[in-house]
């Protein structure tokens, strides 16, 4: 007997998550979660509700036979990423499941490891799955998620100033090369394989990085498309353009280690799925960065410089540097 929509819902995503929110979260809080119409939801006192919500596709965002557990995680993972990326504190989700009758996707196998993927991720992250919906149709999922800023605190794309400092978390280029070792394009070491498959899989939202950039970025923007798509979209946000320092571009050990840095550089600037922070700084700002790259708060590293005019040109040793491919496009 297949399971009924309810049984899905009550057996899969009607957990019990610590509301440890109403006192950690400035009164924050669930007042009415799962089985009603709607979630109510307290909103924190002086705060801002950031909301931002993504679609999964299957062979689009993560290949079809991948793990469900894997699959939650992304997914979750990557939503994340856009709160990281306005330095909220991520508060609550919603998940719209559409899973095709009859299919794997039914299972127990399939929706456990979904749920323990979900909760894995959720509690990770101290945030509430707080309703959604469950339909049968193409496989697809869509997740919605909202969290906290402080008033007009928030880090958007529209605040940088020329002479900023362009930077970004961590190291980049390794969505992209994950994608290439995922689709059988490119040769790793099996400890470079481990290390790309868990950056594909569990993308670390930079959550703490973009609560801490509140008060010293001029404008930011998580790195989905691939660097310089995502920069310029801070750049046309600003009205204005960006030079990027190819040489200072920071990479992983799996990525520079390929064919003298040249698609690793191409993986950095266009690849995408990094899900790291590219945000700007200004020159009066830079000082308390670097203090909390000193302090290891913060890993991240100065890649360029804002510019009069439009558009991002990426240079190497002061020469143009050319890109065979701008960014992931959909349409
Ligand atoms: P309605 O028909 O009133 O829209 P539903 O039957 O769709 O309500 O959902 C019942 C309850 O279960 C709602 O609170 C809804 O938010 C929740 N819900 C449904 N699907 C999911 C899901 N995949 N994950 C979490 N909550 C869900
Ligand atoms: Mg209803």
């Avoid at 299957?58 to 709160?83: C, G, K, M, Y």
């Avoid at 939202?205 to 509140?214: A, Q």
Wanted: charged content about 20%; glycine content about 8%.
């Amino acid at each position: 007997m297949p399971m009924k929509e309810f049984q899905i819902i009550q057996r899969y995503f009607q957990h019990e998550q610590a509301d440890l929110l109403l006192t950690e979260k400035s009164q924050a809080g669930v007042l009415l979660g799962i089985g009603d119409d709607c979630a109510l939801l307290q909103v924190p006192a002086l705060h801002q509700l950031a909301v931002s919500v993504d679609t999964l596709v299957a062979d689009v965002h993560f290949p079809a036979a991948a793990v469900p557990d894997d699959i939650a995680e992304r997914a979750l993972r990557t939503n994340l990423s856009d709160l990281a990326a306005m330095g909220a504190e991520p508060l609550w989700f919603t998940l719209a499941l559409t899973l095709p009758r009859d299919s794997h996707y039914l299972s127990e196998e399939w929706l456990s490891g979904f749920s323990r993927g979900l909760f894995r991720t959720a509690n990770a992250f101290d945030i509430v799955l707080v309703g959604g919906d469950t339909t049968s149709g193409p496989f697809g999922i869509t997740i919605q998620v909202m969290g906290a800023v402080p008033h007009l605190g928030a880090l958007r794309r529209d605040g940088a100033s020329v002479g900023d400092f362009v930077c970004v978390t961590h190291c980049v280029g390794d969505g992209a090369a994950a994608l290439a070792l995922i689709e059988n394009r490119a040769l790793f070491s099996e400890e470079d394989k481990t290390y790309l498959y868990e950056r594909f899989y569990r993308p670390t939202p930079r959550i703490r990085e973009g609560i801490l950039l509140r008060d010293i970025a001029s404008a930011a923007i998580d790195i989905s498309d691939g660097l310089v798509a995502d920069l310029e979209h801070i750049c046309n946000a600003s009205d204005l353009g960006a030079i990027i320092d190819v040489e200072t571009l920071p990479l992983s050990a799996a990525v520079s280690g390929i064919n003298d840095l040249y698609p690793g550089r191409e993986w950095a600037l266009s690849g995408g799925d990094d899900y790291e922070l590219c945000f700007t700084v200004s020159p009066e700002k830079m000082p308390e960065l670097a203090m909390l790259i000193a302090a290891g708060k913060i890993q991240a590293s100065v890649i360029g410089e804002i510019v009069a005019g439009r558009g991002v040109r990426c240079e190497l040793n002061g020469e143009p540097f050319a890109l065979a491919r701008q960014g992931y496009q959909h349409f």
